[in-house]
């Protein structure tokens, strides 16, 4: 079963940058897409964006653009958040998800990491 642990997060402080990593520890990753999500604290659940495993093609937010990229290296079964700029209002805890097909839910969830950004 695909078992997916995020890693990278940390106190940094606004402007820095921080690059989150998505482990599949399982067999490899075969499914439609990765994505990553945000909780800030009092929040809902966020999407940030997502990558088609196979195409490596990306998709995230529209206000997330420019700050924030993903990408992944198939042959190492890992996924990446890279992010830029960073502001307070980026804190949250970040979680990375997986997929098997375009009309699934996303179903393979990580544990999450802690990005706290300071003023």
């Known amino acids: 079963q695909v078992q997916l642990v995020e890693s990278g997060g940390g106190v940094v402080q606004a402007g820095d940058s921080l690059r989150l990593s998505c482990a599949n520890s399982g067999p490899p990753f075969t499914g439609y897409a990765m994505g990553w999500f945000r909780q800030a604290p009092g929040k809902e659940r966020e999407f940030v964006g997502s990558?088609?495993?196979?195409?490596?093609?990306?998709d995230t937010v529209r206000s997330l653009k420019g700050r924030f990229t993903i990408s992944r290296v198939a042959a190492r079964n890992t996924m990446y958040l890279q992010m830029s700029s960073l502001k307070p209002e980026d804190t949250a805890v970040y979680y990375c998800?997986?997929?098997?097909?375009?009309?699934?839910?996303?179903?393979?969830w990580g544990q999450g990491t802690q990005v706290t950004v300071s003023s």
């Open positions: 990558i088609d495993w196979r195409k490596g093609v990306t």
């Open positions: 998800a997986g997929r098997d097909s375009v009309v699934d839910a996303y179903h393979y």
